[in-house]
């Protein structure tokens, strides 16, 4: 009900000379994106009027709308408990055109989604812009077809991809990726190990187990249970952070921290100090991967998905590797372990070749440099809002 409040309160104030944008974001990676354009498009278009579906940040840099979080979800059977949810969210958004006048929507990732609401968005004949593309380089190629019929503008974040849309007849434009204007912490590790109060002469392993509760419930105790298998092979304590999204709850962290005998810091809006604080960390496969390689900080990546959702997926992945910081490199500078292979067992083992091995230490950090030199295009969120104000002005 307070949502359908503030959004007729934004219609009793909508003026016809204000403009007026649609932006739908359904992921924590992307509401972080859509915070940052949504700030650069304030500032690009004094005034613009914001409406759609997106997380706390989004919500916090102006959104006014759906809350994303109870959609949230990842593998083709979890989306599937999470129909109804999603139904609901998508009827809204339908709702919110139909009611008022839209000079652009902007989509964030969220493909499966996005895509098919763009079908509708077309149809009332609003310019479609996307931001942070589908991994159709990665997995179901046929949708640039989609993609081609009905989005007016893509913005793309990684290099490659604006060279797979040009050949596909898309207009697209590379913006630079906007994780390059998220990276704030300039702290060295002694002083963000200071910032989080935590003991500067033991070892530090940080944890990102992603943002959804049922990833969170697969992946984190078996994190745990390889930080506990860690300690016993080194004979060593380590100190435990868990980077938590704030979709996350203490409570659900506390009860898996609980069954594997380890109560790690809990660090929530720090997650970069968290990361710089530490000597290696382990992180499920997506954004948090780059992030963690633009930190300069050594990893593993795991991932694991319900047995159907993970059967399928193989069927459909065409790539080698999945974390991004190994796609943009073109080779395997951090390892990946996936599914059956995201063990405790194999995973203490690339953690401690890692903290036992110079050699293997240095050629990661000399890779990662690689993969930021690739991304050395800055202040994504601002070149997206000129294109986004280019377009509506046409």
Not at 286 to 293: C, D, K, P, Q, V
Request: hydrophobic fraction near 40%; glycine fraction near 6%.
């Amino acid at each position: 009900m307070q949502q359908e409040a503030n959004i007729d309160a934004y219609n009793t104030v909508s003026d016809d000379k204000v403009k007026k944008i649609l932006i739908i974001s359904g992921e924590e990676s992307g509401d972080l994106h859509g915070s940052t354009l949504i700030d650069a498009l304030k500032e690009t278009l004094p005034g613009v009027k914001i409406m759609g579906m997106g997380g706390d940040r989004m919500r916090r840099s102006g959104l006014i709308g759906i809350d994303s979080k109870e959609i949230s979800v990842i593998g083709i059977v979890e989306v599937i408990k999470k129909l109804p949810e999603i139904k609901s969210a998508f009827n809204a958004l339908k709702e919110m055109i139909k009611k008022d006048s839209f000079d652009c929507a902007v989509l964030i990732d969220y493909p499966d989604f996005n895509l098919r609401f763009a079908k509708f968005v077309k149809e009332q004949h609003i310019p479609i812009v996307y931001y942070i593309s589908p991994t159709i380089w990665a997995w179901r190629k046929g949708r640039i077809k989609t993609i081609a019929r009905l989005v007016s503008k893509m913005l793309v974040v990684y290099p490659f991809e604006e060279i797979l849309y040009k050949e596909a007849g898309v207009d697209v434009e590379y913006v630079g990726n906007p994780l390059l204007s998220t990276i704030k912490c300039t702290q060295t590790k002694s002083e963000a190990r200071e910032a989080l109060g935590i003991d500067k002469d033991k070892r530090v392993i940080t944890l990102l187990p992603g943002s959804r509760t049922e990833e969170v419930r697969r992946l984190l105790p078996t994190m745990l249970r390889s930080v506990k298998l860690l300690q016993e092979t080194l004979n060593e304590e380590f100190t435990v952070i868990v980077a938590a999204a704030n979709s996350i709850d203490n409570s659900l962290i506390n009860e898996l921290s609980q069954g594997e005998h380890i109560k790690p810091l809990v660090v929530r809006d720090s997650s970069q100090t968290a990361r710089r604080a530490s000597d290696v960390s382990i992180v499920k496969s997506g954004t948090s991967t780059l992030e963690t390689a633009m930190l300069d900080v050594p990893m593993v990546i795991i991932y694991k998905v319900s047995l159907p959702s993970y059967v399928i997926g193989k069927l459909l992945i065409g790539i080698k590797n999945i974390g991004l910081p190994n796609i943009i490199a073109g080779k395997r500078i951090v390892p990946e372990l996936l599914q059956h292979n995201a063990n405790p067992r194999k995973i203490t083992d690339e953690l401690k070749k890692i903290l036992t091995d110079d050699k293997v230490r240095d050629e990661m950090l000399s890779g990662l440099k690689e993969v930021q030199a690739k991304l050395k295009l800055r202040d994504a969120p601002k070149r997206a809002a000129s294109a986004i104000k280019e377009l509506m002005y046409g």
